[in-house]
């Protein structure tokens, strides 16, 4: 069973850069044809999915993030790492890191709550 938990500040300031973690545990993030996708919910919204890194390393971005959205990977601590540059108040949303095979998502993190405001 895989299992994944989110961490990181659930305050941020606007403009600064939110850093978040997301450490699997039951699976190597380099697993063959493993993607680990970062999905956010903004309160009263649906799911907006961000990108993805996968088991070579390669990474996606949502067209709409993708100036200020970087994905890297610690295959030593089997973490995922997701920065959001000059965040604003409408990044405010639950974070969640997702485990995919293919088009298939499969086991979820709890999620993280993140609030910007100064």
């Known amino acids: 069973q895989v299992q994944l938990q989110e961490s990181g500040p659930g305050l941020v300031k606007p403009s600064q850069t939110l850093s978040l973690t997301c450490t699997v545990s039951?699976?190597?993030?380099?697993?063959?044809?493993?993607?680990w996708d970062w999905i956010r919910q903004p309160p009263g919204k649906g799911l907006e999915w961000m990108g993805a890194i996968n088991y070579d390393g390669d990474t996606y971005y949502s067209p709409s993030l993708k100036s200020r959205t970087s994905i890297s990977r610690d295959t030593s601590k089997n973490q995922i790492t997701l920065h959001l540059s000059s965040v604003t108040p409408e990044d405010t949303a639950v974070y969640y890191c997702?485990?995919?095979?293919?088009?298939?998502?499969?086991?979820w993190g709890q999620g993280t709550q993140v609030t910007v405001s100064s």
């Open positions: 039951g699976a190597s993030i380099t697993t063959n044809l493993q993607y």
């Open positions: 997702v485990e995919r095979t293919g088009a298939i998502w499969g086991s």
